[in-house]
């Protein structure tokens, strides 16, 4: 009987935790590779995978403090920012709510890692999926950061700056409103950690933090794989080759922004070591990689679905060579 007290209940419409959570997973598969050690090591001396492993943890390195202030700044949000201010902040019109979180993105210093959850979080407060998905694509292309390291990256070419300024916000502005076009039927899942409405603003915070963090955390790995082993087994000779075609260059530095995953922040030093491709060409590679690339592509298809991924991920892109082609014609 006294077996039977001491048991712990369990409110009811609380969902079981599985017997393998993400934990255990995680736990036991670092176990299996500690124990397998000794025989894994020799089979990884190859130089493409040791290149490979030095991409993948660059990317990771390099993204995971992003991640963070994001899931954190993602966080915030959800326990501060109500649906009052939210009002009084962004117009009620979808249609001109887009443009307001486009020019709003200047104002959030950070990588394109951090904006996804942020996106997320806007949109379980109640803002309008076009209008936090512009933010999505405007922050992390025309914030201060990313605008003082394409001057520095370029000395002297400020249309260089005023080009990936006008060509982002432009992307952001025109996909919002595309969203905005498709209503329902562009399918976003929207995902929210499961919290008792009786937990304190402390408790939701660190929830939602935990939630976040190992949502889009997964996904960033996904994608910095994939990226890594693009980096490590196309020769680079295919690029320079066609580097002096105007249109096939822009293409080329279109897909290698997709593929390479850089950080934002970053992404403007590559760009200016392209020295054999035009202005235009290398003003799409800055513009298109903030945009969309391969770890932005898996991370949002983990935060708002596959379904949601298939249509948004190749009209981004597509959007984005337009309007950084158009703008490198006119500015450059």
Do not use: Y
Not at 77 to 90: D, F, P, T
Not at 117 to 143: H, W
Not at 213 to 233: D, P, T, Y
Not at 270 to 289: E, I, R, Y
Request: proline share 7%; with cysteine.
């Amino acid at each position: 009987m006294a077996t039977s007290e001491s048991r712990t209940t369990v409110p009811p419409g609380t969902p079981p935790r599985p017997v393998l959570g993400q934990p255990e997973i995680v736990g036991g598969t670092l176990l299996g590779v500690m124990l397998a050690g000794s025989w894994i090591a020799p089979r990884l001396e190859v130089a493409s995978l040791q290149t490979w492993s030095t991409i993948f943890v660059a990317i990771v390195v390099q993204s995971v403090p992003f991640l963070v202030a994001g899931v954190l700044l993602s966080a915030t949000i959800s326990i501060l920012l109500s649906e009052r201010v939210l009002r009084r902040v962004v117009p009620r019109n979808p249609v001109l709510g887009v443009p307001v979180a486009g020019v709003a993105g200047v104002g959030l210093p950070g990588c394109e890692c951090a904006a996804v959850p942020i996106a997320g979080s806007l949109m379980r407060r109640g803002v309008a999926p076009a209008v936090a998905l512009t933010f999505l694509l405007a922050a992390p292309a025309i914030n201060p950061a990313v605008l003082v390291s394409t001057a520095v990256a370029f000395p002297g070419q400020h249309e260089m700056v005023a080009a990936r300024f006008a060509a982002s916000l432009a992307t952001a502005v025109l996909v919002g409103w595309w969203c905005l076009s498709r209503g329902d039927r562009l399918p976003v899942r929207r995902t929210a950690p499961m919290l008792s409405e009786g937990a304190s603003a402390r408790g939701r915070f660190v929830a939602t933090v935990r939630h976040d963090f190992l949502h889009a955390g997964g996904f960033l790995v996904v994608g910095a794989g994939l990226a890594a082993a693009v980096n490590s087994f196309v020769p680079r000779s295919w690029v320079d080759t066609v580097a002096g075609q105007a249109v096939l260059g822009v293409v080329t530095l279109a897909l290698f922004a997709f593929v390479v995953a850089l950080c934002s922040e970053s992404d403007a030093f590559v760009a200016a070591s392209f020295t054999a491709f035009s202005d235009t060409a290398k003003l799409v590679f800055m513009v298109v990689g903030p945009a969309m690339d391969v770890k932005l592509a898996a991370m949002e298809a983990g935060q708002f679905g596959g379904a949601f991924a298939r249509q948004f991920v190749p009209v981004v892109i597509g959007t984005a060579v337009v309007a950084a082609s158009l703008t490198g014609w006119w500015l450059l």
